[in-house]
T-cell receptor, first 114, second 113 residues
Framework: EAGVAQSPRYKIIEKRQSVAFWCNPISGHATLYWYQQILGQGPKLLIQFQNNGVVDDSQLPKDRFSAERLKGVDSTLKIQPAKLEDSAVYLC????????????FGSGTRLTVV | DQQVKQNSPSLSVQEGRISILNCDYTNSMFDYFLWYKKYPAEGPTFLISISSIKDKNEDGRFTVFLNKSAKHLSLHIVPSQPGDSAVYFCAARGGGSNYKLTFGKGTLLTVNP
C-alpha cells in the first residue's frame, strides 16, 4: 500500500510571502489530518477532515492559515502571509476512520520562513 | 497547558539493555495512549498503543504499561538495538467522539553499540 504523499519536502520563503503544501492520503482513508511540528515540540493538530468536511479546526490560525480537501481525497494547506514563527515541519496524516488510532503520517514539509 | 508530558528530552542506553521511556498525562478523559517513533526527515511511525481499560500491552520487544491512578505510562524496549535510536513520541487520544491525538514533546533515544 502506498503511503501518505506530501510535497514539497522543503520550502524556504520570506516572511509575508504565501506558501502551499499538498497531501495525498492513503487510498480509501476518509480522515485526513494536518499537524504542525515546531522544532523541539511534539506535533500539534491544525485541522482534521472527515471526507470533505472539517471535523476540528480549533487550533488553526484562521487569519493566515487555510486548508481544503476537494472531493474527499487530496488536501492543500496554505499560509498567507507567513510569519517567522510558522517555521516548522507540516505533517499530513490519514486514517481509515476517525476511531482508527493508527494514523499513517507522511514525511512532512519542512518550512523555513526568513 | 501541556496535557501530555515527556520530561526526559533524551535517553542513552547500551545495546542489549532495557530502554524505558516515560510519559505523564493530565486529562483523565483520554481513552487510548500511543507511542510513535520518528527517524530524522521522516514522519512519525505508529509503534504500539494501549487502551485506557488495560494496564499492559506487549508486541515483540516493545511493552507499554499504563498506571491510570498515577496518570503515567511507560514504553519498555527489551533488548534495545542500535536501530531503535530515534525520537519517541507519546500521544493520547481524546475520549468519546474526539479522536484528536495530543502529543508529548518527544524523547530522543540513543542506543550505543
Amino acid at each position: 500500500e502506498a503511503g501518505v504523499a506530501q510535497s514539497p519536502r522543503y520550502k524556504i520563503i520570506e516572511k509575508r510571502q504565501s506558501v502551499a503544501f499538498w497531501c495525498n492520503p492513503i487510498s480509501g482513508h476518509a480522515t485526513l489530518y494536518w499537524y504542525q511540528q515546531i522544532l523541539g515540540q511534539g506535533p500539534k493538530l491544525l485541522i482534521q477532515f472527515q471526507n470533505n468536511g472539517v471535523v476540528d479546526d480549533s487550533q488553526l490560525p484562521k487569519d493566515r492559515f487555510s486548508a481544503e480537501r476537494l472531493k474527499g481525497v487530496d488536501s492543500t494547506l496554505k499560509i498567507q502571509p507567513a510569519k517567522l514563527e510558522d517555521s516548522a515541519v507540516y505533517l499530513c496524516a490519514s486514517s481509515l476512520d476517525p476511531g482508527n488510532y493508527g494514523y499513517t503520517f507522511g514525511s512532512g514539509t519542512r518550512l523555513t520562513v526568513v | 497547558d501541556q496535557q501530555v508530558k515527556q520530561n526526559s528530552p533524551s535517553l542513552s542506553v547500551q545495546e542489549g539493555r532495557i530502554s524505558i521511556l516515560n510519559c505523564d498525562y493530565t486529562n483523565s478523559m483520554f481513552d487510548y495512549f500511543l507511542w510513535y517513533k520518528k527517524y530524522p526527515a521522516e514522519g512519525p511511525t505508529f509503534l504500539i498503543s494501549i487502551s485506557s481499560i488495560k494496564d499492559k500491552n506487549e508486541d515483540g520487544r516493545f511493552t507499554v504499561f499504563l498506571n491510570k491512578s498515577a496518570k503515567h505510562l511507560s514504553l519498555h524496549i527489551v533488548p534495545s538495538q542500535p536501530g531503535d535510536s530515534a525520537v519517541y513520541f507519546c500521544a493520547a487520544r481524546g475520549g468519546g467522539s474526539n479522536y484528536k491525538l495530543t502529543f508529548g514533546k518527544g524523547t530522543l533515544l540513543t542506543v550505543n553499540p
